[in-house]
């Protein structure tokens, strides 16, 4: 069996000192680009791999960036999470990326992880937390970015979308076009689709068209199936004019079941979707949807991190609102509504 590399190995094949190489594996940024390139040509051919616990009890810093998602298997995430890692591991920083699953005690518990890995950064989707892990997450002093969402009273910076605005924006977008019946599809009841849902109703009771009998759901997780199941319930009450889908996978299946069923789409019933995901521009008909700009804010969330890592500040406040907009396609009428941001 062939014996184990260490550092001294790399240090030996680079012409370094072991210090040097203990240095820039640390901090690539502090030393130039021709001896990083010699150290990281070492460290490859001889498969070289760091000893991350010796690394953290030596230096006060992890280099790790902890990442809070509900679900790592809906691709509403998938954006977010790319540009994260776009911002981080250019300068050195590895994302630890955990789910919830939609559990705030889960959460919790991720939260806990987390911060006994030494994280210099936690990012979570959501700002609703058990009393515990807010505590925790303000007791930790390091940045605490709170993301999809606004807050009211937010941890540290604030990331994200007024949910209920983008929900009430959107339906009453088809209630202004002439729709007087407007349906809305819903999956599971997590806190963002919760907010979208109050928005849809608020804008129907302020119309005066609210309805029971309107809104549909079933407590699955959300995908094209679903939608089709979902769509499938107003058969019994009669189908609505249009419908707001709370994303574009209920959309996606809410417009094939309509198909399915001889219903023309937009002609006799207008389907709306949301967070515009890539499939939106390629179905057929063309889905329209409310698109949130969930690259940007992944984006934004990793650089509000790296500005107070870098200023040494640890903990900061601040609310970025970064707004939504209506992408009209054949699914529906043109229409025309931008939220703030």
Known sequence: MSRKITLDDVAKLARVSPITVSRALRNPQIVSEELRLRIDNAVKKLGYVPNIAASRLA????????VIVPTLYNVIFSEYLQALHEVFLPVGFQVVVV????????EENAVRTLLGQRVEAIIVVGVNHTDLTRRLLQQSRIPVIETFQLAQEPIGINIGLDQVRAGYDATSSLIKAGYRRVGFLMGNRDERATERRRGYERAMEDAGLASPSLMKSQQQSSSIALGARVMAQFKQDGFPEAVFCIDDNLALGAMQECMRLGLRVPDDIAILGFHDLEFAAFASPTLSSIATH???MGKIAAEQALRLL???????????????ELVCRQSTPDMSIAGPG
């Open 310 to 324: 870098n200023r040494g500040a640890g903990t900061g406040q601040d609310v970025i609102d970064i707004g939504y």
């Open 59 to 66: 230096s006060a810093r992890s280099h790790a960036i902890g």
């Open 294 to 296: 969930r690259y940007e």
């Open 99 to 106: 789910n919830s699953r939609y559990s705030l005690e889960e």
